[in-house]
């Protein structure tokens, strides 16, 4: 649930639209009918959902190129791990390569054993094979590392039916004391203080029952800040796309909670809403492809380790 601020305005989201030839994502869902029907931009999500050992935003580039892919690896990996070479005129699959422009990669069905190579293991054979994940310390991870956009995390009391909400603080932001949420050994805590400009709720997990649920609403609140809902710190950071229709902004931030979660193995409410919605509707909202892969992604990356302090 998301509380946008009362200055909401139309024109960030107008610039982001004029923009749009800039992000290769939205330009191509723009371009194209691949993906313009709900059911079928739906399997688009299950693919990438099960997709998990590359990141979102390469599980989508692997299934435009190779919507039949299982299992790529680049050509020394093949070679390196499984004893396999890439066999004659195969089609390199192109995806972004962390710190550096792109790299290519091979399907399982484009190489071939060498002499002596051993069966290939069930992580090449089944790579989708359905995963019952829990969460462990993904949800310390992801509340240490909303230190760093300002986010502050609180805990209420609340009914069965009652879901977090995420909200912006305007006027005079105050400023939190760090501390830690997963007991980092650091001498030095990698924030002494930071100010709020969000607020996050999540129910009361004393019992420590609600790991996954709080998990997967803290996935879905996240989403509404980093896909732009609610404006921005920083432009570079993440996009100001306020103005949104209410079920777009739904829209996108279930499909994020459902892509970070089912690539966990964590079943959670977004499916049923997904499935729901695309039994009543044909076309798709006017989403944006590209803030679901990038925000799936990074809340990824905030999930699994401390990341970095933005810098202005």
Not at 86 to 92: F, I, L, M, Q, S
Not at 171 to 194: C, M, V
Request: charged share 25%; glycine share 4%.
């Amino acid at each position: 649930m998301n509380q946008m601020p009362f200055f909401e305005q139309e024109k960030p989201l107008n610039e982001w639209d004029a923009e749009s030839s800039r992000h290769a994502l939205d330009d191509l869902f723009k371009a194209t009918f691949a993906y313009r029907k709900s059911q079928e931009f739906y399997e688009l999500l299950q693919f990438v959902a099960k997709f998990h050992f590359y990141s979102p935003y390469n599980a989508f580039l692997i299934r435009t190129q190779r919507p039949g892919a299982t299992y790529v690896a680049p050509s020394y990996r093949w070679f390196r791990d499984f004893g396999r070479r890439v066999k004659p005129n195969a089609n390199p699959i192109v995806i972004l390569q962390p710190m550096g422009p792109v790299m290519f990669v091979f399907d399982v069905s484009d190489t071939e054993p060498l002499p002596d190579a051993k069966p290939l293991p069930i992580e090449v054979t089944n790579p989708f094979k359905v995963r019952k994940g829990t969460v462990n310390k993904e949800l310390e991870w992801a509340i240490e590392n909303c230190k760093r956009d300002g986010i502050k995390i609180y805990y209420h009391k609340t009914g069965s039916q009652a879901a977090g909400f995420i909200k912006s603080i305007t006027g005079n932001r105050s400023s939190e004391t760090l501390k830690s949420q997963i007991g980092i050994k650091d001498k030095k805590p990698i924030y002494e203080s930071f100010s709020v400009n969000y607020e996050i709720c999540l129910k009361d997990d004393s019992d420590n029952n609600i790991r996954e649920e709080n998990y997967a609403t803290l996935v879905h609140e996240l989403a509404h800040l980093y896909c732009g809902h609610l404006g921005t710190l920083n432009k570079k950071w993440w996009p100001d796309r306020r103005g949104l229709p209410h079920v777009v902004e739904e829209f996108e931030a279930e499909s994020v909670s459902y892509l970070v979660c089912n690539r966990l193995g964590i079943e959670t409410p977004a499916d049923e809403y997904l499935s729901g919605y695309i039994k009543n509707e044909d076309k798709l909202p006017r989403l944006s492809l590209e803030c679901i892969m990038k925000a799936a992604g990074l809340i990824e990356q905030m999930s699994c380790k401390r990341m970095i302090i933005r810098k202005n």
